[in-house]
């Protein structure tokens, strides 16, 4: 409830405001009277607003995504936390630049300017056109991905598979549909580029990606949903003084199926098998001392019986002289062989492998039944 000293404050404060509108007072001068008055409303400047809302400036005086702007971006999973996935991106770089040049026959230096993670929509809005937006799918992981060709890419490609002088830009006709023949030598790039990222997957994955479809409209390339994180790769092909850029967009749902493989931890660009300590590990299996039983008989006796035992009592056994026994590691059963004598010495002479069903270090290079 107001009280009598409100009503007083606002009739002063009302008049206050008229005078200074008559009499052409400055802005600082309602300032020193407002403030000077505790219970008048105070009007908050940009400073204050941004504050309330969350955004800060930084030394740089670039606003901070703190806030809302933090609450807004809060579903984005950075690509940090997939660290395996920069190890595959630099393979792709060093294929690619092998690749190209042999597609092109010129020099081709393919570089990554920067791998971020941001929303699909934002970056569909973001893509200049005109451009050509190429559908993938991921056969192994029953997903798509999306590559954009930028035109600056491809009038070079163009260029250069038709034949054009070097030293020379390539000719750029904005404003007009993209021809049969332009399209048709994009999409051979664009197989080349698919064939070198499925091998760049290759230590981590057996995986391949297929074309489906190019467009020339961002809104028939919509893989996922607007609001769906992504993983971008932006890639920079320079062919001399030509060149252009092509973006390799990964949704978070495609690569959901190697998620825990590509959340392994890497020592330099060793990932995925270790073929070295694989082969360290078969060697010394290969050198372990193991006991062979060989088991003559077996028949079921009574307790009794078997605390009845003493020195020089006799087992009769049930098999005959040549019948066959088998050899044991532990509880496993080997092979099958016949017990005779060789050099004064008691010997088994093995007959078969038997067969057992396979185990985990069937697996293991070396081995040898």
Request: proline share 4%; hydrophobic share 40%; net charge negative.
């Amino acid at each position: 409830m107001s009280g009598p000293d409100d009503e007083i404050a606002a009739a002063w404060a009302a008049s206050l405001g008229d005078a200074s509108m008559i009499e052409g007072e400055s802005s600082d001068a309602d300032d020193g009277l407002q403030a000077a008055d505790g219970d008048a409303a105070r009007v908050l400047n940009q400073a204050e607003i941004d504050s309330l809302l969350g955004f800060e400036k930084n030394n740089a005086g670039d606003a901070d995504a703190s806030g809302m702007q933090r609450i807004i971006n809060s579903g984005l999973v950075s690509y940090e936390r997939l660290p395996m996935l920069e190890i595959v991106f630099d393979r792709l770089v060093r294929i690619m630049s092998t690749s190209l040049r042999n597609f092109t026959n010129d020099n081709v230096e393919v570089s990554i300017d920067n791998v971020a993670s941001m929303r699909f929509g934002d970056y569909l809005d973001s893509v200049p056109l005109p451009a050509m937006f190429a559908v993938f799918k991921a056969d192994e992981w029953e997903n798509y991905g999306l590559m954009v060709i930028d035109s600056a890419m491809i009038y070079s490609v163009v260029d250069v598979l038709l034949g054009g002088r070097r030293g020379t830009a390539a000719m750029r006709i904005e404003g007009r549909p993209y021809t049969t023949i332009e399209r048709t030598l994009v999409e051979r790039l664009i197989r080349v580029v698919l064939q070198d990222l499925s091998a760049s997957f290759d230590p981590l994955c057996s995986i391949s990606f297929q074309f489906e479809r190019l467009e020339v409209n961002p809104r028939f390339a919509a893989i996922s949903r607007l609001s769906n994180a992504t993983v971008l790769a932006r890639m920079r092909v320079d062919m001399e003084d030509r060149g252009g850029r092509m973006d390799l967009l990964l949704p978070y749902a495609t690569l959901e199926p190697v998620r825990e493989l590509l959340l392994q931890q890497f020592m330099g660009e060793k990932f995925g098998r270790d073929a070295i300590w694989e082969t360290h590990l078969a060697e010394e299996l290969w050198n372990t001392d193991i006991d062979l039983d060989v088991v003559l008989d077996e028949q079921p006796m009574r307790l009794s019986d078997i605390i009845g035992l003493r020195p020089g009592s006799q087992i009769i056994l049930r098999q005959g002289r040549e019948a066959p026994v088998q050899l044991r590691c532990g509880p496993v059963t080997l092979f099958e062989g016949r017990v005779g004598r060789r050099k004064n010495h008691v010997a088994v002479r093995i007959d078969q492998v038997v067969s057992r069903p396979p185990s985990s270090l069937d697996g293991v290079p070396g081995r040898r039944s």
